[in-house]
């Protein structure tokens, strides 16, 4: 790819739905690290970067609750000296809108993976009470990416710089066919417009 390489950093278990197909979204509040004006999607295209930070396998619903992927911000730290990045999926941006009203959020809860009780943390965070949500088109490198971990991957921040040896488009297949993602996108719509935002055709 010609252009610098964006990393979005996510939970391995939600890197790993999204690649599944299992959902078309991405769900976030500001974190530490996010700068004075908090979270927002800066990119309309990142490869997925999946990270153990602050995983925990009892937020994410039974069907992908791993106690194996349990593992937390420390067991994370102790292996960045010698740690692999293993990068198996691209995302493109197709809107991304702020949702002010719980009712909306509740009528997506069949469309993620995370439990309810974590979606409404992170809605009430700070007081605010709104959820940026992104929809997203996923594709799966034909092979994985892999390359070391670098200390600037680390903490609690969504967004990184790759290496420039990122793969290009024609190396990566739709997770979703033209006609599943048409029936997702169609689903969604609604909702997405009724805040002011617009899934592309």
């Given at each position: ?17 999204l690649m599944a197909g ?46 194996d992927l349990d593992l ?130």
């Amino acid at each position: 790819m010609n252009e610098t390489a964006i990393g979005f950093k996510e939970w391995l278990v939600v890197c790993n739905a999204l690649m599944a197909g299992r959902q078309s979204m991405i769900l976030r509040k500001g974190g530490i690290a996010e700068g004075r004006a908090g979270f927002s999607f800066q990119h309309d295209a990142f490869f997925l970067f999946p990270t153990l930070f602050h995983q925990q396998a009892d937020l994410v619903t039974e069907d992908w609750s791993r106690p194996d992927l349990d593992l937390g911000a420390e067991r994370e730290k102790e292996a960045d000296a010698s740690r692999i990045v293993r990068i198996e999926c691209f995302g493109k941006l197709e809107t991304n809108v702020v949702l002010r009203d719980w009712a909306q959020v509740e009528a997506l809860q069949s469309e993620h993976i995370w439990k309810p009780e974590v979606i409404r943390e992170r809605f009430d965070y700070e007081g605010e009470q709104c959820l940026s949500m992104a929809f997203v088109r996923v594709y799966r490198l034909n092979e994985p990416w892999e390359f070391p971990f670098h200390r600037s991957y680390g903490g609690c921040r969504s967004w990184v710089t790759l290496p420039d040896s990122a793969p290009s488009m024609d190396q990566m297949t739709a997770v979703l066919s033209d006609e599943q993602y048409a029936v997702r996108r169609t689903k969604l719509a609604p909702l997405i417009e009724g805040e002011g935002g617009k899934i592309g055709s």
